[in-house]
């Protein structure tokens, strides 16, 4: 079983940088994919974005391309979203994911999920 647990939000001005951290445990090579999600209350939670952990290949939502970036350090056990230039928008709590079967991946369906961090970007 896959636990995650997020760190690093907190409350930044716009433009700023941010950087979250997932520590997860029972990290294996069965974890075909992992992701990071955002969401803001009375609103449906939103992919920011999705890491497949065998290629490192890396997908990003529009809103967020070029300003954020997603690692993984696989000898620490630990995954990174690298967060630049933010914006009052980019505001929510912010929740790490992961998913072992390579279909729910492709559909950005997860199984495991942190409790999440929130950060708050003021303008």
């Known amino acids: 079983q896959v636990q995650l647990v997020e760190s690093g939000g907190g409350s930044v001005e716009a433009g700023g940088s941010l950087r979250l951290s997932c520590a997860a445990s029972?990290?294996?090579?069965?974890?075909?994919?992992m992701a990071w999600f955002r969401q803001v209350p009375g609103k449906e939670r939103e992919g920011v974005a999705q890491?497949?952990?065998?290629?490192?290949?890396?997908y990003y939502a529009d809103s967020v391309k070029g300003r954020f970036t997603f690692s993984q350090d696989k000898p620490k056990n630990t995954l990174y979203l690298e967060m630049n230039s933010l914006k009052p928008e980019d505001t929510a709590m912010y929740y790490c994911?992961?998913?072992?079967?390579?279909?729910?991946?492709?559909?950005?369906?997860?199984?495991?999920w942190g409790q999440g961090t929130q950060v708050t970007v003021s303008s």
């Open positions: 994911a992961a998913e072992a079967a390579p279909y729910r991946c492709i559909g950005n369906q997860y199984t495991y």
């Open positions: 029972g990290y294996s090579d069965s974890t075909y994919c």
């Open positions: 890491l497949y952990t065998n290629s490192g290949n890396t």
